[in-house]
């Protein structure tokens, strides 16, 4: 009514007032009367704003990827962007509803896909297959890195919040390739770790079975040891029972020698003392001889006995058988003869 309207706008949509072409009110959150035929308003979102994107990427060895993202960005500048842009509102705007009379805020979130796609493509341009499908958190660096340096959104004073890649997926046949590929290295890989297994299984038995040989070695050592020790012991006890043997032997023989001297010296002395008595005897028998027998035999009977005597008288007077002619000797006679030569 009367073209003069009222708008209020969200805190987060900054709203310029232009009165004749001059600008004559400007904030976020407000809310004021116009006059429809000689006002404009410019209304710029400020509020962070969530941009998806999936984009089609090669690889640096020509394999084709999907890049599956999202972009938050902000308007940190928006006098900047509405003095490159037309965010201008008709006059059928509401409050819930601001209806821009050109297609440029329509096409700021496709300036910015368009850039987020080409910072893309030229990072994922310099990586092959392998390393762009496992590369994510360094695209996503290396974008933001990118960003905070763009003179486009500068110029926009476009702020980029923050930037993920969800997945970076290539073809279905290449998927498939990567999968087989990747199949066959971890069946390899499972190959390897049972060879490496059962090899740890074959060394842990060979060091087991060269324990048990070098512990058997070591007990025969040992028992070797033992025995030389024991023929040793042995040896040096035949020793010394040898040595034993010959210092009695030649104890003995020394024993020997000086018995056999003893008896020698024994046969020299009884020698010597028969060659005296044989000395004293032929002396004495040499003296006898120049005395007369019956001188002699007078000297011997005084030491005769009874019996002695009585067989000397019978001899003598057998001697002079011839001369006496017969004698009788009675038992009695006998008998008083002894016991008077006894008395």
Do not use: C, H
């Amino acid at each position: 009514m009367f073209n003069v309207n009222y708008i209020k706008v969200d805190p987060t949509t900054y709203l310029m007032k232009f009165k004749n072409g001059k600008l004559k009110r400007k904030g976020a959150g407000l809310s004021l009367w116009y006059y429809a035929p000689n006002t404009s308003l410019v209304a710029v979102p400020t509020g962070t704003i969530d941009l998806p994107f999936i984009f089609k990427e090669t690889t640096k060895d020509f394999q084709e990827v999907s890049v599956q993202g999202q972009l938050v960005y902000r308007i940190a500048d928006p006098e900047k962007l509405a003095a490159l842009m037309n965010f201008t509102i008709n006059s059928k705007a509401s409050n819930k509803n601001l209806a821009y009379e050109s297609e440029d805020p329509e096409k700021l979130p496709n300036r910015i896909t368009n850039l987020t796609q080409v910072k893309m493509s030229t990072a994922i341009e310099q990586l092959d297959l392998r390393q762009a499908i496992m590369s994510s958190q360094a695209l996503v660096r290396a974008i933001k890195a990118d960003f905070s340096q763009s003179e486009v959104l500068a110029t926009l004073g476009v702020e980029v919040i923050d930037l993920s890649i969800v997945a970076i997926k290539p073809t279905p046949e290449t998927a498939r390739a990567l999968e087989a590929s990747v199949r066959e290295q971890l069946l390899q890989e499972a190959d390897e770790a049972i060879y490496r297994r059962r090899n740890a299984s074959i060394e842990q038995e060979r060091a087991v079975k060269e324990n048990e040989l070098n512990t058997a070695l070591a007990i025969e050592n040992k028992q070797r040891e033992i025995k030389e020790e024991k023929l040793k012991a042995e040896r040096s006890l035949a020793e010394q029972r040898g040595e034993m043997q010959r210092e009695k032997l030649e104890a003995d023989i020394s024993q020997e020698q000086q018995r056999q001297q003893l008896v020698d010296i024994a046969t020299q002395n009884e020698r010597k003392q028969a060659d005296a008595k044989a000395y004293e005897i032929a002396a004495t028998m040499e003296a006898l001889s120049k005395v007369d027998a019956k001188v002699l035999e007078a000297m011997t009977m005084g030491n005769l006995d009874p019996q002695q005597l009585i067989a000397q008288a019978f001899r003598e007077l057998a001697g002079s058988a011839e001369k006496i002619g017969q004698l009788n000797i009675s038992p009695d006679l006998l008998q008083s003869m002894t016991e008077k030569i006894r008395a």
